[in-house]
């Protein structure tokens, strides 16, 4: 049997991640505490209900699967919560990917995949992100991520551990089977946010800041389909499983949509009419985010075939349509 740990497998991103892992016959063993993720998005190998900052429950799940490989996506990941309770997110990301790590290196588990984020880069506004932009996060999210990103290439250099590091621009979209997708509560992310005024959850868009200096004054954003990120964290493990060198790679379409742009696309596609209030910036939030790099495309293989608007907007709706997540 060959196991990789999928941390956070019962959240969005991770339950896709184990997904194509089955599809591509490795059991994927999601470790996740069911804080945010779902019972229900288990579906494709074992569940060890477990917090990452219990150190004796990791090493006991370590010992029984003997894991080829950790894929680390579990992480408390909303900006504005980060600003307000920065101490919760720094043990919760910080020192949990840290006991990951040390029981990653104490089983011999050479291969590690982190889920990092755009958010270390940064206000870098105006311009297009790659991996030599300065990293200078202006929130905990951001900076909890660039901790663990520094624990792993100091690790690698004393110990036998290759990594991948990915560093992911909007996600959005879910898979086109329907099996799986995007549940927040509170759902904080902009495309289900809409679907929940369609369908009568709520009763209007809140738009967070209306006089940034972009096109049309809201946040400009790089959205990319969930199931092109995960091919490209596939693409990174099989290249960390061949002997191949480790990586740290942007992940993100090169085209950036405003919070407006987007709205108007999800009316456009669904032929509907949303509600929406403009209130002020939320602290943390930078003006544009928008990926620059093509390093991912010319080192892995990596290339994108849902990414538009329009397939994001349409799987995730399809999903949304026939949730019935429980915990």
């Not at 919760?88 to 020192?95: G, L, M």
């Not at 369609?198 to 940034?212: A, C, H, L, R």
Request: neutral net charge; glycine residues 10%; contains cysteine.
């Amino acid at each position: 049997m060959r196991y990789v740990f999928v941390t956070g497998g019962a959240g969005y991103i991770g339950s896709h991640a184990c997904l194509k892992l089955k599809q591509r016959g490795l059991i994927p063993v999601t470790l996740d505490n069911l804080s945010t993720g779902w019972n229900d998005a288990v579906k494709f190998g074992p569940l060890e209900k477990l917090d990452l900052l219990d150190r004796e429950a990791l090493r006991n799940c370590f010992s029984r699967y003997k894991p080829i490989a950790v894929m680390h996506f579990a992480a408390l990941s909303h900006v504005g919560e980060s600003i307000k309770e920065p101490i919760k997110y720094w043990s919760n990301n910080v020192i949990g990917s840290l006991n990951l790590i040390k029981e990653t290196v104490a089983a011999n588990c050479r291969h590690f995949v982190f889920s990092s984020t755009c958010a270390t880069y940064g206000e870098h506004d105006g311009i297009l992100i790659n991996e030599q932009t300065p990293q200078k996060p202006i929130n905990s999210y951001g900076a909890s991520k660039l901790a663990v990103e520094n624990m792993l290439i100091d690790v690698s250099k004393a110990q036998s551990l290759n990594y991948m590091i990915f560093r992911y621009f909007n996600v959005a979209g879910a898979d086109p089977s329907g099996q799986i997708g995007e549940l927040h509560i509170p759902e904080t992310h902009l495309i289900p946010s809409a679907f929940d005024v369609i369908s009568g959850k709520t009763k209007y868009i809140e738009v967070f800041g209306n006089d940034y200096p972009t096109r049309d004054g809201t946040c400009v954003r790089d959205y990319v389909h969930v199931v092109d990120l995960i091919v490209a964290h596939l693409l990174g493990l099989e290249k960390l499983l061949a002997g191949g060198k480790s990586g740290i790679f942007n992940l993100g379409t090169g085209s950036g949509f405003t919070v407006n742009e987007v709205l108007t696309a999800v009316e456009k596609c669904l032929d509907c009419q949303l509600p929406v209030i403009q209130v002020g910036r939320r602290r943390g939030d930078c003006a544009s985010l928008v990926c620059g790099s093509r390093l991912a495309f010319k080192e892995l293989g990596w290339h994108l075939s849902r990414s538009s608007l329009e397939d994001m907007i349409g799987d995730a709706w399809q999903w949304h349509q026939a949730s019935n997540y429980r915990k």
